[in-house]
């Protein structure tokens, strides 16, 4: 296995006597997307403050690129892109003339880069930025952390505002930049964002890490509800014996009924007895964290 560019061992913050963020321990590889989870206030955005040196950690480590974050932090965010939850842009200026400032402020060619990304994204580059709308603000920001080919992205709710088809050019170029071998640690309330995207999670709840997991372990643990409708009504005992589903409940032609795990099974039955169509009805995120965290079933997990 490659060395980790993004190590974090027993990350602690204190904000005075307040925490923000305790005993955070995880590796981000070469190559591979973390999905960085948590309600908020969990401690996601102390944690990346922390990675890119604008907060000083109370105790632990916090490597880049095998670098403590703290040393020679100029030349180290010059392999970072970063995208801030709440980003703070140049407004009075064009979005190109924004981009073009910062990528002349890293001494990096970014032209073609800018260019590139801002039809993908469909963003006007020539109005400025305080005229646009959010969503469009967030497409400006989203390039300047993308635009220098960054080493190591550390990106905290960077969908938030923007269309699904923005959305889902964004995911594109991160599957590039992952293919790529670009390391990316990405924090984000949209779960089925989290799924396409990202290798593992890391779970982290008021301050503290819950887990780190692996998508397809994360997905078993998932309690999603499913809508099956029929061409006519089934019977309940049809489904006896299925594992995984419970709250079994019939509507006349529909069937509803909530499932942890993979589904094959349930769906196998359902299309032998005359299915005509699914409706999937995934659970939040915090419906996921009050599984996993009242669960108690953590145990071998965390690392």
Partial sequence: MPASAISIQGLTKYYGRDLGVADVTFDVYPGEVIGFLGP??????????????????????????????????????????????????????????????????????????????????????????HELSKGNQQKVAVIQALMHKPEVLILDEPTSGLDPIVQREFSAIIDDMQTRGTAILLSSHVLSEVEHLADRVVIVNAGKQVLVEEISRLKEKTVRTIDLYFAMPVKEEVFAGIGGIKDLRMYGNRVSCTVVGAENALLRCAVDNGLESVQTHESSLDDIFFSLVSGGDTNGIAS
């Fill in 40 to 129: 908020n206030g969990a401690g996601k955005t102390t944690t990346m403050r922390s990675l890119v040196g604008l907060l000083n950690i109370t105790s632990g480590r916090a490597q880049i690129l095998g670098q403590e974050v703290s040393v020679n932090a100029s030349a180290l965010r010059a392999k970072i892109g970063y995208l801030p939850g709440a980003p703070a842009l140049y407004k009075n200026l064009t979005g190109l003339k924004h981009l073009e400032f910062l990528a002349k402020m890293r001494e990096v060619n970014c032209t073609e880069a800018i260019h590139t990304m801002a039809e993908r994204f469909d963003l006007d580059l020539g109005r400025r930025i």
